[in-house]
Nanobody, 126 residues
């Protein structure tokens, strides 16, 4: 089963920063629309940010806008989520997802993505 693999989670104090990364050995991520999602215990999976294949369309949820940045590194076949000014409410499992390679879009709906990783835990202490 094709998967993406996330890394970079951990424990960080409020106001701190983390950078999550996502890669895949069997996919060229530039060929896929990509997104980051998160899910806190007892809550629905939330779309945090998305980026289209070309990288010229990016969107963020209102809760992270101005604090998080999504970007690709084509040479390394990586997707990143830079998280700054973190808040306790950012605590969640974070997932990377790859979408449909035949289409180019930026979507924060989980229904638009079929390839998922196992997630990386992010905990922000107050």
């Amino acid at each position: 089963q094709v998967q993406v693999v996330e890394a970079g989670g951990g424990l960080v104090p409020a106001g701190g920063s983390l950078r999550l990364s996502c890669t895949a050995s069997a996919l060229t991520l530039d060929n896929y629309p990509m997104a980051w999602f998160r899910q806190a215990p007892g809550k629905e999976r939330e779309g945090v940010s998305c980026i289209n294949k070309r990288g010229d369309v990016i969107s963020y949820s209102d809760s992270v806008k101005g604090r998080f940045t999504i970007f690709r590194d084509s040479a390394k076949n990586m997707l990143y989520l830079q998280m700054n000014s973190m808040k306790p409410e950012d605590t969640a499992m974070y997932y990377c997802a790859a979408g449909r390679p035949r289409d180019d879009y930026c979507s924060k709906s989980p229904l638009s993505f079929g390839i998922w990783g196992q997630g990386t835990q992010v905990t922000v202490s107050s």
